[in-house]
């Protein structure tokens, strides 16, 4: 959300000056709203999108869906080692009604057990202990979006590249745990998960991870990993992903041939 508002901030010519004193507001609170450290309000963002000359109706409701964030930053905001990335991912994540999400290397976090993920983040440089056990806590809480009572659970279509099964991580019993478990949940009814075989060869998406976040009522989003992870709002951007995502289900094993494959893996 914040590096949209800088943009269109940017592309209107404005500095933060500008913007605070129609606001009436400090340049130092538009500067936190554009890094993330605040949330924004919907009255707020209105505003802005008025000066920033914003009109466009589709862009407008995906702005206000990025910002719902700020509305359900509650359990995750609790854990404060993580990732500025990674909390705007979730927080949307939160809101999200539908998730598809191509993973190239590892388990989805929606997916993993705990043991896997303290594997996993174990291995990344400069990670604390304490960094890892916010990552662990918050992952398990995330998880809870598949089996919500108080409203429809999420809906979660994974595509895996085969590696993902194959590649040891935490030791022979930590990953027989995790196949297990990621056996499981694609045999649940708002869970789907299709491998992509290795003689399949070469196919569209081999750059990297990325989700695409559907939301009731609203455009949908595309979060895209790197070192940094971004989001993207735009139609454009989440057209291009959507036909990558289709193009690596059409090449993947049937759900059922996947189950299977993941079985096998595990044994």
Partial sequence: M?????????RARLTTEDVGLQLDCSPSTISRMEGGKVGVRRSTLERLLQ???????????????LAREGKTRGWFARYGDLPA?????????????EIRNYEALVVPGMLQTEEYTRALLAASPGESEDAV???VKARRERQVLLNRADQ????FIAVLDESVIRRLIGGPDVMRSQL????ESARSRNVTVQILPFSGGAYAGMAGSFSILKFDGAPSVVYAEAMTGDIYPAADDVQRYHDVFENLRAAALSPLESIKVIEEAAN
């Fill in 2 to 10: 914040g590096k949209q508002l800088r943009e269109l901030r940017e």
């Fill in 51 to 65: 000066i920033y000359d914003v009109h466009d109706p589709e862009q407008i409701d995906t702005l206000v869906v």
């Fill in 85 to 97: 990335s990674y909390s705007r991912f979730i927080g949307l994540e939160s809101s999200a009604i």
């Fill in 133 to 135: 056990e916010a990552h």
């Fill in 152 to 155: 429809p659970p999420l809906h």
């Fill in 180 to 183: 297990k478990r990621l056996g």
